[in-house]
């Protein structure tokens, strides 16, 4: 259980286009998704938490305007990179927790990533 | 701040043999989880284990258990019978079980382990 997919798996865009990626929950209602991003030999760094039909909360230092992020349903997030640049590229990752009755969310399930490179 | 260490960048085992991954982390909290997080080449990030903090008894899944020493807010992986396929970037993570729906997740830097045959 808990699986959780992204789509595309890899993207090789032009500078200055807009590039879109999905998160879904496959077999179970996300409450709150998770968009990371990983440079090469390096630990997750968190961009944003997306709630279900709310506006997404952005780290410090990660433009909003740049990386728009919509949560329209519990088993779908977009993360979508606005006029891509050359240094937008990098691994992205999403994760979504479950909620279970009774308790609050803790685990996070990871998309298996999306390699974005821009052009 | 909530922080995770890991102070080992990278670690090599035999196949077959015992290996242990350290990791710290400072809190304030009493009461949260941590994770052990496996990311091989595929970069597909992997639970390996979960413990949770208000439970004195370690985590165990199959060849891969925990030591969890809470008052020296240390949590350790040992990989038992390695295989060939334990290779990969293992991440530990923390979370407070309090903060309302916006868990956030608080990595190491991570430990690069290498089985060799």
């Known amino acids: 259980g808990a699986v959780v997919s992204q789509h595309p798996s890899w993207v090789i865009c032009k500078s200055g286009t807009s590039v879109k990626i999905e998160c879904r929950s496959l077999d179970f209602q996300a409450t709150t998704m998770f968009w990371y991003r990983q440079f090469p030999k390096q630990s997750l760094m968190l961009m944003a938490t997306?709630?279900?039909?709310?506006?997404?909360?952005?780290e410090q230092g990660v433009e909003k305007d740049k990386f728009l992020i919509n949560h329209a349903s519990l088993t779908l997030s977009t993360l979508t990179v606005t006029s891509a640049h050359p240094e937008d590229s990098s691994f992205y990752i999403c994760?979504?927790?479950?909620?279970?009755?009774?308790?609050?969310?803790?685990?996070?399930?990871f998309g298996p990533g999306t390699r974005l490179t821009v052009l | 701040a909530q922080t995770v260490t890991q102070s080992q960048p990278e670690m090599s085992v035999q196949e077959a043999e015992t290996v242990t991954l350290s990791c710290t982390y400072d809190?304030?909290?009493?009461?949260?989880?941590l994770f052990w997080y496996k990311q091989p080449p595929s970069r597909q990030m992997i639970l390996v284990i979960r413990?949770?903090?208000?439970?004195?008894q370690n985590a165990t899944e199959n060849r891969f258990s925990v030591n969890f020493q809470k008052a020296a807010k240390s949590f350790s992986l040992k990989i038992s019978d390695s295989q060939l396929g334990d290779a990969a970037m293992y991440f530990c993570a923390y979370i407070p079980r309090s903060g309302g729906s916006n868990y956030k997740l608080t990595f190491g830097k991570g430990t690069l382990l290498t089985v060799n045959p």
């Open positions: 994760s979504a927790t479950e909620r279970l009755a009774g308790s609050s969310a803790d685990t996070q399930y």
């Open positions: 997306s709630n279900e039909g709310s506006k997404a909360t952005y």
């Open positions: 809190t304030s909290e009493s009461d949260y989880y």
């Open positions: 413990q949770e903090a208000y439970k004195q």
